[in-house]
């Protein structure tokens, strides 16, 4: 009974691996390392370092280590990048799930956790936004991932496969014990970059749009726990042991923050002030989304535990603290709050 991470050693990937290894669970690894560390894997977890698109690979790797669930992480999900280059995200996102899903029919697997996205809602008609809201994606990463869902859907029409997608809503923080967090060079993650100026890697932070008809203009997020999201996908895992029917989940908190107020909670928690700077809105960008939870709530045996702004922030400014020392402590201190 092993469970294949594909992108376990990235930043949700790794939190998940700690967390099945953590339960006792056996857990196998594949990960191209393009974004992921393999140092930040639990010590005896194996990891094989190729494309989870590669079918051979993929069904090799099934068959060695009797593989009964995959958890699916790989993929690109930087939106403006999509923008810019819609064919990656779609080869990265839309075809390796493909080959994976395909190389998961042949090896018998019939469990699959998807990592799907709020991006395939666009900007939804109403918030909370429920599961049965229309699709209308804004970016490529959004349609590349919304494509993967009715693969899904067919693929399990058609074989002994059930799946739970959970479309996640503004993921962020680091695991609480401080062994895994978001180490991506150049991320894009809001809370990542606010935390970034708080430890004076960042000259400034740009928030782009203040023009947004919300209660401060800037934009606003649900944003969950990493250590919560990957709790998610374990109860995702013990609802299709039991005999779950594939289901699509939102994945978030059901509260939403303003970039505005999230920029003030990193200040209060790192007790830093750093440069802000208001910019154009850019092309692709939600403006308001957060998540209806009460299916993902009915339907699963999930209680989160970090539901709280604050908490969120204090966790990935300490693990950020922890990467500026490690890397060498170069770059302009934040001044005092």
């Not at 990937?13 to 992921?36: C, F, K, P, Q, Y």
């Not at 560390?37 to 099934?62: Q, T």
């Not at 590349?144 to 997608?165: C, F, I, P, Q």
């Not at 303003?258 to 802000?276: D, H, P, Q, Y």
Request: hydrophobic content about 40%; overall charge negative; glycine content about 10%.
């Amino acid at each position: 009974m092993t469970v294949l991470v594909t992108g376990g050693a990235g930043y949700i990937g790794s939190h998940m691996v700690h967390a099945l290894a953590e339960a006792g669970e056996s857990v196998v690894v594949i990960d191209n390392l393009s974004t992921g560390f393999s140092a930040f894997l639990p010590e005896g977890v194996p990891l094989f370092i190729g494309d989870a698109g590669d079918e051979n690979l993929v069904e090799g790797v099934l068959a060695q280590h009797g593989v009964e669930s995959i958890i699916h992480f790989a993929g690109s999900v930087v939106v403006l990048d999509s923008m810019r280059d819609p064919l990656a995200y779609y080869r990265n996102n839309t075809m390796t799930t493909r080959s994976l899903l395909n190389a998961a029919v042949k090896g018998g697997v019939n469990r699959f956790i998807f990592s799907s996205t709020a991006a395939v809602y666009g900007n939804p008609d109403s918030v909370p936004v429920p599961e049965h809201a229309p699709t209308r994606p804004l970016s490529p990463y959004g349609s590349s991932k919304l494509m993967t869902e009715l693969m899904l859907h067919d693929v399990a029409a058609a074989h002994d496969l059930k799946y739970v997608a959970l479309r996640y809503f503004n993921v962020a923080g680091a695991d609480p014990k401080g062994r895994v967090g978001l180490a991506t060079v150049g991320a894009t993650h809001l809370l990542k970059i606010a935390v970034e100026a708080a430890t004076g890697q960042r000259a400034k932070i740009d928030v782009f749009g203040t023009d947004y008809p919300t209660p401060d203009g800037s934009c606003i997020r649900d944003f969950i726990h990493v250590s919560d999201l990957v709790q998610a996908h374990r109860a995702a895992l013990a609802y299709l042991r039991s005999g779950g029917s594939s289901i699509t989940l939102n994945c978030g908190y059901g509260r939403g923050y303003s970039v505005l107020e999230t920029i003030e909670a990193v200040r209060r928690v790192a007790m830093r002030n750093f440069a802000v700077q208001y910019a154009a809105r850019r092309p692709g960008d939600i403006m308001t989304m957060v998540a209806d939870t009460s299916r993902i709530r009915s339907t699963l045996d999930w209680t989160p535990q970090y539901d709280d702004l604050e908490t969120i922030a204090t966790h990935a400014l300490a693990w950020e603290e922890r990467l500026f020392h490690e890397r060498g402590g170069l770059g302009r201190q934040a001044e005092s709050a």
